[in-house]
T-cell receptor
Framework: DADVTQTPRNRITKTGKRIMLECSQTKGHDRMYWYRQDPGLGLRLIYYSFDVKDINKGEISDGYSVSRQAQAKFSLSLESAIPNQTALYFC??????????????FGPGTRLTVL | AQSVTQPDIHITVSEGASLELRCNYSYGATPYLFWYVQSPGQGLQLLLKYFSGDTLVQGIKGFEAEFKRSQSSFNLRKPSVHWSDAAEYFCAVGRNNNDMRFGAGTRLTVKP
């Protein structure tokens, strides 16, 4: 079984709808991340969480919110989806490292289309 | 703001030829440096990383990368490319606890 899973894998929705993307991990990591990938832009960090009570905004958090329901679960919500949020979304996890960044383990991605 | 530049959007090499993918970053101190590979329809997988120490690091699948502080670069190399190396490659740079940036990626095509 995959260590990092994302649901759904594909989603088509309409402008203004609320959408939730879910991520679960079995790696036992405290740190979890949400990224979006756009062609020509690479990955950009949306939100990250270093433990259940620690949630932080990333480079592009506007229009998104997150919930860390448990160590293993980290959800990303689009309260009112808009077309420019059409992208490939990745969840990732990593183990601890003091004052820095460790290797991240990525899920398979969720392709979201907002019409 | 910190930025990560991968100057080559697309590179084509022949199977068996050598490969070098470039990565430059703008940040004063030594950051945490990573190379990831993404195969079509897949998530990203770590090839190698550099935090400190020996500036030439070895990774999986025969890849290596060299950190050059004076050039703010972390270029990825492979002496002999295999057809299975065709993928997109991302350089990533992290600093302190709240800034992680990825380059735009370099797509590698391998000719038979």
């Amino acid at each position: 079984d995959a260590d990092v899973t994302q649901t759904p894998r594909n989603r088509i929705t309409k402008t203004g709808k609320r959408i939730m993307l879910e991520c679960s991990q079995t790696k036992g990591h405290d740190r979890m991340y949400w990224y979006r990938q756009d062609p020509g832009l690479g990955l950009r960090l949306i939100y990250y969480s270093f433990d259940v009570k620690d949630i932080n905004k990333g480079e592009i958090s506007d229009g998104y919110s997150v919930s860390r329901q448990a160590q293993a679960k980290f959800s990303l919500s689009l309260e009112s989806a808009i077309p420019n949020q059409t992208a490939l979304y990745f969840c990732a996890t990593s183990g601890p490292i003091r004052g820095g960044w460790n290797e991240q383990f990525f899920g398979p991605g969720t392709r979201l289309t907002v019409l | 703001a910190q930025s990560v530049t991968q100057p080559d959007i697309h590179i084509t090499v022949s199977e068996g030829a050598s490969l070098e993918l470039r990565c430059n970053y703008s940040y004063g101190a030594t950051p945490y440096l990573f190379w990831y590979v993404q195969s079509p329809g897949q998530g990203l997988q770590l090839l190698l990383k550099y935090f400190s120490g020996d500036t030439l690091v070895q990774g999986i699948k025969g890849f290596e990368a060299e950190f050059k502080r004076s050039q703010s670069s972390f270029n990825l190399r492979k002496p002999s490319v295999h057809w299975s190396d065709a993928a997109e490659y991302f350089c990533a740079v992290g600093r302190n606890n709240n800034d992680m940036r990825f380059g735009a990626g370099t797509r590698l095509t391998v000719k038979p």
